[in-house]
C-alpha cells in the first residue's frame, strides 16, 4: 500500500519564478491538504482540497494556488517566490468526513529559493 | 502569542529513560489532539490520536489529555536511539479542520 508520495523531493529557484509541487494521496484517501515547514517550525496549514475544490485555507497570500484532479492528486503552485517560500512543503492526505480521521504525510518536497 | 506553544529542546536523555513532551495551547475549542515524530528531512509520522480529555496507551507512548488545563502530554517508557527525532503535537477544532502544529521538541536519546 502506497503512502503518500510527493515530487520532486529537492528544488531550486530563484526569485520571482514560479513552482509546481506535486503529491499523490495514499490509496483509499480523497483529501489532500498542503502545509509549508519553516527550518526549526512546525507545519503551517496552507489549503485542503476535497472533491476538487479548495475548501480550507490558511493565512497565505494569493502567490499560493492549488489544484486537485480526478483521481485525487494534487498540485501546489507558488507564483513569484520569494526568498522567504524557502521551506519543506508537506503533503498530507486524509477521508474525508471520518470523525476520527487521521492525516497521513508525504516526505515532503525541500524548496530552496536563492 | 502562538496558539499552540512547545518547548524546542533539544532534550537529552539516556537510552532506557522515560522521555516526557508536553504542549500547551490557548484555543479552547481544540477536541482532537496527536502527536507526531519527524526524522530529519522526512515528513511527520502519526504517533498517537486523542480525542478529548483521557489518556491513552500504545506500546511505549502514553499520550495524556488535559483539556481543563489546556495541556497536553507525551511519555515515551525505554527510550531507544531510534527514538531521537523531532516531536511536534497537533490539534484540531473538529473533523476535517486543519491541523494547529507546535512549533516541535527535538530528543536525543544517547546509548
Known amino acids: 500500500d502506497a503512502g503518500v508520495t510527493q515530487s520532486p523531493t529537492h528544488l531550486i529557484k530563484t526569485r520571482g519564478q514560479q513552482v509546481t509541487l506535486r503529491c499523490s494521496p495514499k490509496?483509499?484517501?480523497?483529501?489532500v491538504s498542503w502545509y509549508q515547514q519553516a527550518l526549526g517550525q512546525g507545519p503551517q496549514f496552507i489549503f485542503q482540497?476535497?472533491?476538487?475544490?479548495?475548501?480550507q485555507r490558511g493565512n497565505f497570500p494569493d502567490r499560493f494556488s492549488g489544484h486537485q484532479f480526478p483521481n485525487y492528486s494534487s498540485e501546489l503552485n507558488v507564483n513569484a517566490l520569494l526568498l522567504g517560500d524557502s521551506a519543506l512543503y508537506l503533503c498530507a492526505s486524509s477521508l474525508f468526513g471520518q470523525e476520527n480521521e487521521k492525516l497521513f504525510f508525504g516526505s515532503g518536497t525541500q524548496l530552496s529559493v536563492l | 502569542q502562538k496558539e499552540v506553544e512547545q518547548d524546542p529542546g533539544p532534550l537529552s536523555v539516556p537510552e532506557g529513560a522515560i522521555v516526557s513532551l508536553n504542549c500547551t495551547y490557548s484555543?479552547?475549542?481544540?477536541?482532537?489532539f496527536m502527536w507526531y515524530r519527524q526524522y530529519s528531512r522526512k515528513g511527520p509520522e502519526l504517533l498517537m490520536y486523542t480525542y478529548s480529555s483521557g489518556n491513552k496507551e500504545d506500546g511505549r507512548f502514553t499520550a495524556q489529555v488535559d483539556k481543563s488545563s489546556k495541556y497536553i502530554s507525551l511519555f515515551i517508557r525505554d527510550s531507544q536511539p531510534s527514538d531521537s527525532a523531532t516531536y511536534l503535537c497537533?490539534?484540531?477544532?473538529?473533523?476535517?479542520?486543519?491541523?494547529?502544529f507546535g512549533g516541535g521538541t527535538r530528543v536525543l536519546v544517547k546509548p
Open positions: 484555543n479552547s475549542a481544540f477536541q482532537y
Open positions: 482540497y476535497y472533491e476538487e475544490e479548495e475548501r
Open positions: 490509496s483509499g484517501h480523497d483529501t
Open positions: 497537533a490539534m484540531r477544532k473538529a473533523a476535517g479542520n486543519k491541523l494547529t
